[in-house]
Every structure is written in structure tokens, then in C-alpha cells.
């Protein structure tokens, strides 16, 4: 009869759009060709409704996970239903101290999460029963596979008598417990009710709050004055931290101010280590190349030496090995070089031949004079063996805007070429051209300058220039440390490992 497969455990195939269902039989109706399980799961999850019903033309594939035996049901079904709150498990008979039964939990089916299975436990198989005929006892015997193993409930051998025992039960062999008094290791770990689980999540910030961190330390603290110990990794105790370029070992402290100048600087500078550097009056800076030159720091030194460090500095503002390449033979850029007849002039002109040297397109400007400098005539013999372009009048200057203009055309002494009509031609020229200008040497006084720089060039030590000489760098000119000292200078270098450095005005 139909009735027979009550209380069994089943797993019902509904196909890929309806799933998998398991539950136990509470009715069979071969009228409708219906089956309803109750406390049904769907894929493994608990469905909210209690019972569910389905059709014969709905089911795929219908296994029997558990034929309960005579009188079984409601002992081991029910009460496994209620520990272990899914379907398909089977459940194992022992006996208790005072000689009741126990019952073990053993998880048979995989879409439904299981505990690790026993050692001892036996081999698992299904009855898989067709769908597509009525669900009735008769038809459930004719398909139903030989089972090779239990599917019930598994006894100890010492529990029950065989009488009554299920006829398809397989009784195992002794587990090595004494008596059942020794409980399975499987259980004690996984036996608790998943039922007893909060829900709720754990509170760390509430439970980490009961700790009163102060408290705890101030006793530690306590503790160690009255004993007189003191522990590592107290929250006092700050090990000591460097930086990268820190040295560890103690030194003396850094002294930054190491220069200084008989009279009080008009204007100081520092670099970007922090060093001071106080700005000379024009009449110790000269007073101080004077020097330099009787004690064999020549003209034509001094001129190279600016040339090298102005022509160094010309090529970095010019884009440098990113702009200076063998692949960019193309973007050859033009220095425009704008000199007068005096010695700034000179150091112009060393600074073109050096830049020409390194494939630079100079265009020298310097007019007409009957009678020039030596030192200018020497540079000028020199300019004429590289590639550069001498030109005498404004006219042959270029139209489009050049990569740089080199201002030398100011001097501290010469203040009438001011008033050259050349002079104001070339000024105007410069300041239509929109290219950024970099004076060397450039004088004090900002009304004698009738260009603006961007960049300016000090030699040796700075002058105390103004605004409209733009950002200032100093160049070493190779002046010995006796040399500043024979004229009232206590000087420290403060070039480092390069020889043009920026000064920042403070």
C-alpha cells in the first residue's frame, strides 16, 4: 500500500528549474498522483512553508534516503529532524548508562550540509525510482535496487536483540567502546544542537570594551616603581626612529649659517640643504676677484670656469639628455647670445662657444666696435672655430621665438651703452621675442637691467639682487677658501658635490 512509504526520507529531483527537494513522506495520493513531504528543504535549504506537494509529471528522479523500520519513525525521524534540522540523515542506536537508547546523527546526503562521517560508519547507496509512474507501494518494490549495506539505523551489537531488528539491517563490528560508556570523539566535537548557535554576530567592540587598557597599564606602571624593574615595550618607553638618511651614530649639531660676510648682508639666501648664504656688496665682490687674480686666478679662468658652469646650467634649462640625444637631431635648439664689449660680455661668449661644442645652434649678437678687449677678442678667435653664428645687427636676429636668450649685455661700470640706440634695439627685440632669458653676472641696480630674467647667475657669491632678476643660482669659479678669508670672509663651501646650485631668497 501507499501508505507503507510514510515517514520515509526522500530526495525528490525536480529538474534544473525547480531543483532538488527532501523532506519525509506524510502522503501519498495515487488518485491525484501526488506526494507531499513535510518539513521540506530545497537545495540544502530549509523551505518556510511545512509541507509541500508534488506531482508525478514534476518529478525527475525520486531517491529513498531512509526506510524507517517497524515502530522507528517517530523515535528517530522526528527526533532527528529536531537536532539536526535537515532532512536525508540517517541515525545510529546506542546505549546509554542507564540503558537507554541514544541517538547518533549520521549525514547521508550532499546537497544538505553534513558533518564528517564515522570511521565505522558503512557505505551509503540510494533507491532511485523512476518518476514517470505512480508512486505506490507495488511499483516501489518492483524498482526498488538490492541494497548491499544499511540504510536504517545502524546498532550496536550489544543493544537490541536481532529480532527486531530492521531485515535489511547490517549489524557492524565492535567500535571499541566499553560499554558506550567512553562517548564518540565525532560527537563530543560535532554533536552539539545547531539549534543552541546565536544568530547574533559577536560583539568585539562591546566585548574589547570591558578591557580597560589605562587601568592595566597603570598598574603595570605601579608595579615597577615600587620593585624598581622596568619591562620592555611599556606604552613610555619610544624606541628611537630614523630616517633613511639618517646616521645613527651621534654627531655634532649641523651648523647651517657658514658663511659670513665683515658687514651685515643686505639680503641672504639659503640653499636646499638650509645653508645661509649672505649677499657681498658689488665693491667686495670685486675687491675679492682682484684678490683671486693676483694670486693666479686669471681673467681667462675666471672666464672659463663661468663659461663651463653657464653653459652647463644652459643645456639643463634646455631639456638636457631628453632634448640633447642623437635621436632628436631634428630639435636642434637655438640659443640666441646677446653680448656687450666688456668683460660680462667675455663670459657670454665662452658660455656660446661651450654651449656650440655640445650641438647647440648659438646666434652671437655683439656690435661693432673699433677697438675690443683683449679678453673678447681672445674669446671671440675662439667662438670663431665652432659652428656658431655671429651677427652685428638686430636685423639678423631671428623673427620666431628661440629656445633661450642669454642676457650679457649689462655691466656695473659701463652705464652710457644704456643709451646706444643698438642697446634699446636689442632690448626691444628680446623682450618681443617671448623666450625665456637667463642673465650672467647680472648688476645690482634693477633699473640698469632692461631685460627680465627668469633665471640669473651669480658667481662666486651672491650680489643682493632684486625681482626682476628672477630666481638666482650660484656658480663656483674655482676661488680658494685663503682667498675669502684674505678679504674678511669666513667661507665654507656650500656647493656640495655640484658647482651651479639654486638659492632660494629667505
Given at each position: 500500500m501507499a501508505t507503507d512509504w510514510l515517514g520515509s526520507i526522500v530526495s525528490i529531483n525536480c529538474g534544473e528549474s525547480l531543483g532538488?527537494?527532501?523532506?519525509?513522506?506524510?502522503?501519498?495520493?495515487?488518485?491525484?498522483q501526488?506526494?507531499?513531504?513535510?518539513?521540506?528543504?530545497?537545495?540544502?535549504?530549509?523551505?518556510?512553508?511545512?509541507?509541500?506537494?508534488?506531482?508525478?509529471?514534476?518529478i525527475t528522479e525520486l531517491k529513498i534516503l531512509e526506510i524507517p523500520g517497524p515502530g522507528d519513525n517517530r523515535q528517530c525521524g522526528d527526533l532527528q529532524q529536531t537536532e539536526m534540522g535537515i532532512p536525508g540523515v540517517g541515525c545510529q542506536v546506542g546505549p546509554s548508562q542507564n540503558g537507554t537508547g541514544k541517538v547518533l546523527k549520521k549525514p547521508i546526503s550532499s546537497s544538505a550540509p553534513q558533518n564528517i562521517p564515522r570511521r565505522m560508519d558503512m557505505k551509503n547507496q540510494d533507491i532511485i525510482i523512476s518518476p514517470q509512474q505512480p508512486c505506490s507501494k507495488s511499483y516501489m518494490d518492483r524498482h526498488v535496487e538490492t541494497l548491499t549495506q544499511s540504510k536504517g539505523f545502524r546498532r550496536r551489537h550489544n543493544s537490541w536483540s536481532s529480532s527486531s531488528r530492521h531485515p535489511n539491517q547490517v549489524t557492524p563490528k565492535k567500535s571499541g567502546l566499553k560499554n558506550g560508556q567512553m562517548k564518540s570523539k565525532d560527537d563530543e566535537c560535532f554533536g552539539d544542537d545547531i539549534d543552541e548557535i546565536p544568530d547574533t554576530d559577536f560583539d568585539f567592540e562591546g566585548n574589547l570594551a570591558l578591557?580597560?587598557?589605562?587601568?592595566?597599564?597603570?598598574?603595570?606602571?605601579?608595579?615597577?616603581?615600587?620593585?624598581?624593574?622596568?619591562?620592555?615595550?611599556t606604552p613610555n618607553e619610544k624606541p628611537a626612529r630614523y630616517r633613511h638618511d639618517e646616521n645613527i651614530l651621534e654627531s655634532e649639531p649641523i651648523v647651517y649659517r657658514r658663511i659670513v660676510v665683515p658687514q651685515n648682508a643686505n639680503k641672504e639666501f639659503c640653499t636646499d640643504s638650509g645653508?645661509?648664504?649672505?649677499?657681498?656688496?658689488?665693491?667686495?665682490?670685486?675687491?675679492?676677484?682682484?684678490?683671486?687674480?693676483?694670486?693666479?686666478?686669471?681673467l681667462e679662468r675666471r672666464l672659463e670656469m663661468t663659461g663651463v658652469c653657464a653653459s652647463q646650467m644652459a643645456l639643463s634649462l634646455l631639456g638636457g639628455p631628453n632634448r640633447l640625444n642623437p635621436k632628436n637631431v631634428h630639435q636642434r635648439p637655438t640659443v640666441a647670445l646677446l653680448c656687450g664689449p666688456h668683460v660680462k660680455g667675455a663670459q657670454g661668449i665662452s658660455c656660446g662657444r661651450h654651449l656650440s661644442n655640445h650641438d647647440v645652434h648659438v646666434i652671437l649678437f655683439l656690435p661693432n666696435f673699433v677697438k675690443m678687449l683683449e679678453s673678447i677678442t681672445n674669446e671671440l678667435n675662439l667662438?670663431?672655430?665652432?659652428?656658431?653664428?655671429?651677427?652685428?645687427?638686430?636685423?639678423?636676429?631671428?623673427?620666431?621665438?628661440?629656445?633661450?636668450?642669454?642676457?650679457?649685455?649689462?655691466?656695473?661700470?659701463?652705464?652710457?651703452?644704456?643709451?646706444?640706440p643698438w642697446y634699446k634695439a636689442v632690448v626691444d627685440w628680446a623682450n618681443q621675442n617671448r623666450a625665456?632669458?637667463?642673465s650672467i653676472d647680472p648688476p645690482i641696480n634693477e633699473m640698469e637691467q632692461g631685460i627680465d630674467a627668469k633665471w640669473s647667475l651669480a658667481l662666486g657669491l651672491p650680489l643682493?639682487?632684486?625681482?626682476?632678476?628672477?630666481?638666482?643660482?650660484?656658480?663656483?669659479?674655482?676661488i680658494p677658501q685663503k682667498v675669502f678669508?684674505?678679504?674678511?670672509i669666513n667661507y665654507h663651501s656650500p656647493f656640495g658635490c655640484k658647482f651651479v646650485i639654486p638659492l632660494h631668497s629667505t
Amino acid at each position: 500500500m501507499a501508505t507503507d512509504w510514510l515517514g520515509s526520507i526522500v530526495s525528490i529531483n525536480c529538474g534544473e528549474s525547480l531543483g532538488v527537494y527532501q523532506g519525509r513522506v506524510s502522503a501519498v495520493d495515487q488518485v491525484s498522483q501526488t506526494i507531499s513531504l513535510t518539513r521540506p528543504f530545497h537545495n540544502g535549504v530549509k523551505c518556510l512553508v511545512p509541507e509541500v506537494t508534488f506531482r508525478a509529471g514534476d518529478i525527475t528522479e525520486l531517491k529513498i534516503l531512509e526506510i524507517p523500520g517497524p515502530g522507528d519513525n517517530r523515535q528517530c525521524g522526528d527526533l532527528q529532524q529536531t537536532e539536526m534540522g535537515i532532512p536525508g540523515v540517517g541515525c545510529q542506536v546506542g546505549p546509554s548508562q542507564n540503558g537507554t537508547g541514544k541517538v547518533l546523527k549520521k549525514p547521508i546526503s550532499s546537497s544538505a550540509p553534513q558533518n564528517i562521517p564515522r570511521r565505522m560508519d558503512m557505505k551509503n547507496q540510494d533507491i532511485i525510482i523512476s518518476p514517470q509512474q505512480p508512486c505506490s507501494k507495488s511499483y516501489m518494490d518492483r524498482h526498488v535496487e538490492t541494497l548491499t549495506q544499511s540504510k536504517g539505523f545502524r546498532r550496536r551489537h550489544n543493544s537490541w536483540s536481532s529480532s527486531s531488528r530492521h531485515p535489511n539491517q547490517v549489524t557492524p563490528k565492535k567500535s571499541g567502546l566499553k560499554n558506550g560508556q567512553m562517548k564518540s570523539k565525532d560527537d563530543e566535537c560535532f554533536g552539539d544542537d545547531i539549534d543552541e548557535i546565536p544568530d547574533t554576530d559577536f560583539d568585539f567592540e562591546g566585548n574589547l570594551a570591558l578591557f580597560d587598557k589605562a587601568a592595566v597599564f597603570e598598574e603595570i606602571e605601579t608595579y615597577e616603581r615600587r620593585s624598581g624593574t622596568r619591562s620592555r615595550g611599556t606604552p613610555n618607553e619610544k624606541p628611537a626612529r630614523y630616517r633613511h638618511d639618517e646616521n645613527i651614530l651621534e654627531s655634532e649639531p649641523i651648523v647651517y649659517r657658514r658663511i659670513v660676510v665683515p658687514q651685515n648682508a643686505n639680503k641672504e639666501f639659503c640653499t636646499d640643504s638650509g645653508l645661509v648664504v649672505p649677499s657681498v656688496s658689488y665693491e667686495l665682490h670685486k675687491k675679492l676677484l682682484s684678490v683671486a687674480e693676483k694670486h693666479g686666478l686669471t681673467l681667462e679662468r675666471r672666464l672659463e670656469m663661468t663659461g663651463v658652469c653657464a653653459s652647463q646650467m644652459a643645456l639643463s634649462l634646455l631639456g638636457g639628455p631628453n632634448r640633447l640625444n642623437p635621436k632628436n637631431v631634428h630639435q636642434r635648439p637655438t640659443v640666441a647670445l646677446l653680448c656687450g664689449p666688456h668683460v660680462k660680455g667675455a663670459q657670454g661668449i665662452s658660455c656660446g662657444r661651450h654651449l656650440s661644442n655640445h650641438d647647440v645652434h648659438v646666434i652671437l649678437f655683439l656690435p661693432n666696435f673699433v677697438k675690443m678687449l683683449e679678453s673678447i677678442t681672445n674669446e671671440l678667435n675662439l667662438f670663431s672655430k665652432t659652428q656658431g653664428q655671429q651677427v652685428s645687427s638686430v636685423k639678423d636676429l631671428p623673427d620666431t621665438p628661440v629656445d633661450l636668450v642669454i642676457n650679457c649685455l649689462d655691466c656695473h661700470e659701463n652705464a652710457f651703452l644704456r643709451d646706444q640706440p643698438w642697446y634699446k634695439a636689442v632690448v626691444d627685440w628680446a623682450n618681443q621675442n617671448r623666450a625665456p632669458v637667463l642673465s650672467i653676472d647680472p648688476p645690482i641696480n634693477e633699473m640698469e637691467q632692461g631685460i627680465d630674467a627668469k633665471w640669473s647667475l651669480a658667481l662666486g657669491l651672491p650680489l643682493p639682487l632684486g625681482e626682476r632678476a628672477g630666481r638666482v643660482y650660484l656658480c663656483d669659479i674655482g676661488i680658494p677658501q685663503k682667498v675669502f678669508q684674505e678679504v674678511g670672509i669666513n667661507y665654507h663651501s656650500p656647493f656640495g658635490c655640484k658647482f651651479v646650485i639654486p638659492l632660494h631668497s629667505t
